[in-house]
């Protein structure tokens, strides 16, 4: 929860052989910690076991003893958030575990009395709860384990591989498989805690995502220029395939090339037989019989060749949507926006489709 001052919360069983716990009480035990002080719902808790929610640390005694009354040995360990680099910590013992602070001068088991010690509380399930308050700094390094752990290593060695371990986890492990070969499996328990290789992690992973976007960043913004340019002037680059280049000025000022001329390379003529198409009009009774019209494309300008024979009969020609005139010569935007077919009407009311391309 955001409002609780809680920031982790672990817990270990403790040996068996004091008393005989089943699974279905252990899982209660877990949910029951979990609810309370992990996910801070001290109001529906609290009520529900009697508990004075009103302060974490009567709240956290209360608990620790309704486990103690139901034989259920553990220990628990509340670390509230930091600080000025150190932070409270609550520990609460029901059985025979341990708990210890560790750093690289020195060991310390924390006893029933609630101060630092050196003396381990005599094994058997407690009548009552032990409760501990103190500090960690940022160097210190909480532990609390099983009996079956405590009892079979020793101190200097469990120091030894805390502080040589690279994290909490790693000591961990190192310790589980030392303990292991020497007493049952049954229940050997650990967990560690260390303020420092929390804050160390997320640090690295926001200074990563740093780099990462400061490095992606300019690629994608190079990559979308390069579309626009693309886009805006690729279709400019694009080589006429239907004839040679002609320079447009002179293509709008001077007749057609004459096909002889062999200084100068005449534009591709284009003639096609004329698309007949359906008209609404109907047409006249005696329609025109010279109708052909020959168009050239050259680059983006479309002329008619024999505009002399034909233009009397014309009455005007619809290049595209929305432009329709009576001239010889049309100049489009380019080449790509020249269309398939020209329609042209006669003085007649005639209309016939040309295909241009």
Same mark, same amino acid.
């Given at each position: 929860?955001?409002?609780?001052?809680?920031?982790? +919360?672990?817990?270990?069983?403790?040996?068996?052989? !004091? =008393?005989?716990?089943?699974?279905?009480?252990?899982?209660?035990?877990?949910?029951?910690?979990?609810r309370l002080f992990v996910k801070g719902d001290y109001k529906q808790y609290a009520d529900k076991f009697q508990i004075n929610r009103d302060d974490i640390k009567k709240t956290f005694?209360?608990?620790?003893?309704? %486990?103690?009354?139901?034989?259920?040995?553990?220990?628990?360990?509340?670390?509230?958030?930091?600080?000025?680099?150190?932070?409270?910590?609550?520990? =609460?013992?029901?059985?025979?575990?341990?708990?210890?602070?560790?750093?690289?001068? !020195?060991?310390?088991?924390?006893?029933? &009395? /609630?101060? %630092? /010690?050196?003396?381990? !509380?005599?094994?058997?399930?407690?009548? $009552?709860?032990?409760?501990?308050?103190?500090?960690? @700094?940022?160097?210190?390094?909480?532990?609390?384990?099983?009996?079956?752990?405590?009892?079979?290593?020793? #101190?200097?060695?469990?120091?030894?591989?805390?502080? *040589?371990?690279? &994290?909490?986890?790693?000591?961990?492990?190192?310790?589980?498989?030392?303990? *292991?070969?020497? +007493? #049952?499996?049954?229940?050997?328990? +650990?967990?560690?805690? @260390?303020?420092?290789?929390?804050? #160390?992690?997320?640090?690295?992973?926001?200074?990563?995502?740093?780099?990462?976007?400061?490095?992606?960043?300019?690629?994608?913004?190079?990559?979308? /220029? %390069? +579309?626009?340019?693309?886009? @805006?002037?690729?279709?400019?680059?694009?080589?006429?395939?239907?004839?040679?280049?002609v320079n447009t000025v002179d293509s709008l000022t001077s007749p057609p090339v004459n096909k002889k001329d062999k200084d100068i390379k005449a534009p591709i003529m284009i003639t096609?037989?004329?698309?007949? $198409?359906?008209?609404?009009?109907?047409?006249?009774?005696?329609?025109?019989?010279?109708?052909?019209?020959?168009?050239?494309?050259?680059?983006?300008?479309?002329?008619?060749?024999?505009?002399?024979?034909?233009?009397?009969?014309? &009455?005007?020609?619809?290049?595209?949507? /929305?432009?329709?005139?009576?001239? #010889?010569?049309?100049?489009?935007?380019?080449? $790509?926006?020249?269309?398939?077919?020209?329609k042209v009407t006669f003085k007649d009311n005639t209309v016939k489709s040309y295909s241009i391309k």
């Amino acid at each position: 929860m955001p409002d609780s001052p809680i920031n982790y +919360v672990m817990m270990v069983v403790d040996n068996f052989s !004091s =008393a005989i716990i089943k699974d279905l009480e252990l899982t209660e035990t877990e949910l029951f910690v979990n609810r309370l002080f992990v996910k801070g719902d001290y109001k529906q808790y609290a009520d529900k076991f009697q508990i004075n929610r009103d302060d974490i640390k009567k709240t956290f005694l209360e608990a620790s003893a309704f %486990l103690c009354k139901n034989k259920i040995p553990c220990t628990i360990v509340l670390i509230l958030k930091s600080v000025n680099e150190t932070r409270d910590i609550y520990v =609460a013992r029901t059985g025979t575990g341990s708990s210890y602070i560790i750093n690289s001068q !020195s060991i310390h088991v924390i006893n029933d &009395s /609630g101060d %630092l /010690g050196d003396s381990i !509380s005599q094994p058997g399930l407690l009548e $009552k709860p032990q409760l501990f308050s103190g500090k960690i @700094n940022k160097e210190d390094t909480i532990l609390i384990c099983s009996e079956n752990l405590s009892a079979v290593l020793d #101190r200097n060695f469990i120091q030894r591989v805390v502080v *040589s371990s690279k &994290s909490p986890e790693e000591a961990c492990k190192k310790l589980l498989h030392s303990a *292991s070969g020497t +007493v #049952r499996k049954d229940n050997i328990s +650990v967990a560690a805690f @260390n303020g420092s290789f929390i804050n #160390r992690h997320p640090n690295k992973e926001r200074v990563s995502t740093k780099t990462l976007l400061l490095t992606i960043i300019p690629l994608i913004l190079i990559l979308i /220029g %390069l +579309v626009i340019y693309k886009v @805006n002037y690729g279709s400019k680059n694009n080589p006429v395939e239907i004839s040679s280049p002609v320079n447009t000025v002179d293509s709008l000022t001077s007749p057609p090339v004459n096909k002889k001329d062999k200084d100068i390379k005449a534009p591709i003529m284009i003639t096609q037989k004329p698309v007949e $198409k359906n008209i609404d009009k109907k047409p006249p009774d005696n329609p025109k019989k010279n109708t052909n019209i020959n168009f050239i494309v050259n680059g983006s300008v479309v002329l008619i060749s024999n505009w002399e024979s034909v233009r009397l009969e014309i &009455s005007s020609i619809h290049w595209n949507d /929305g432009i329709t005139d009576k001239k #010889r010569i049309h100049k489009y935007p380019d080449y $790509k926006s020249i269309p398939s077919t020209v329609k042209v009407t006669f003085k007649d009311n005639t209309v016939k489709s040309y295909s241009i391309k």
